[in-house]
């Protein structure tokens, strides 16, 4: 039932002129299997430990059963729109370059830090988006769906953080969104990634708290409760407030601000691809005489 609501939400996206790529794990589908083979898996910080048999393991549950099934979902959902999914790997058509991931921890009693092989775990270095933007640029209304496996240079498979794939891509496609869904990532990784403006260490947390809770006490109660009561009137009115992925993309988004009255009197006039590209290209928006 989520994927199947996931796949409808995505395509949704897809007609309201957002592109949306897709980015999937598939941590516990991988634990399965090597369960299932007597395989015990070792975590340090989150990633897996990957040896030979455990990379072929994962590629083949990542870029196989996990990736078609979204894949599949995204294009049974978007069937009668003709919205298609289509899923890829960080391999397909040199998308995604990697290097092995170096790790190191620190020994609690010496507290000397020594470094942690974690075989076969890679981490993004390059990024050759060109198919990808082939894709979202095309006529036809194709979704990607990408499994975190990535190439080194010398040609071996890596597998690779779901998270840390999806920010790789975001960055390289200059995405003007970037949700996370399932585990939460920690603040220093959203700092780094360029999500959040700062991240608080812990001790200084409760500080930085009360010092956004004294700002937050400045801005009027009543200021407050209009802006929330038209951000629900605005999700009811488009049919999102059941969606929380939706809603989540669309926070502070406007429809009536001079962009939103030009998008909407462009497609109007030129058809709604049309005006998707213009508003994606980055260009002024037309004024005077060349308004529409």
Avoid at 13 to 22: E, I, Q, R, S, T
Avoid at 103 to 111: G, V
Wanted: hydrophobic share 45%; glycine share 10%.
């Amino acid at each position: 039932a989520v994927a199947k609501q996931f796949a409808a939400d995505v395509v949704l996206l897809k007609l309201m002129g957002v592109n949306p790529v897709v980015v999937h794990g598939g941590g516990p589908q991988i634990s399965a299997m090597l369960d299932k083979a007597g395989v015990k898996s070792a975590f340090v910080d989150g990633l897996r430990v990957t040896d030979q048999d455990t990379m072929q393991v994962a590629e083949m549950v990542l870029s196989g059963a996990v990736n078609k099934e979204i894949a599949h979902w995204i294009t049974m959902a978007g069937k009668e729109a003709d919205v298609r999914g289509i899923g890829l790997s960080g391999k397909d058509a040199g998308l995604l370059t990697v290097e092995k991931t170096q790790r190191t921890q620190r020994d609690p009693d010496s507290m000397i830090e020594h470094e942690v092989d974690l075989g076969f775990v890679g981490e993004p270095t390059r990024v050759d988006a060109k198919l990808l933007t082939r894709l979202i640029e095309s006529d036809a209304d194709w979704l990607p769906v990408i499994a975190p496996i990535g190439v080194a240079e010398d040609g071996q498979t890596y597998n690779v953080n779901a998270d840390t794939v999806a920010g790789a891509l975001a960055g390289s496609l200059k995405a003007k969104r970037m949700l996370l869904t399932g585990d939460t990532i920690d603040g220093r990784t959203a700092k780094a990634w360029g999500l959040v403006y700062d991240a608080v260490p812990a001790a200084k947390l409760d500080a930085a708290v009360d010092a956004l809770a004294k700002r937050m006490a400045g801005v009027p109660k009543n200021q407050l409760m209009m802006q929330k009561l038209m951000i629900n009137q605005a999700y009811d009115n488009m049919g999102l407030a059941g969606t929380q992925m939706i809603a989540t993309l669309f926070d502070g988004i406007t429809r009536h601000s001079p962009e939103g009255v030009w998008f909407k009197q462009y497609a109007e006039e030129h058809g709604f691809h049309a005006a998707v590209k213009w508003r994606d290209s980055g260009k002024a928006i037309p004024r005077g005489k060349d308004a529409p």
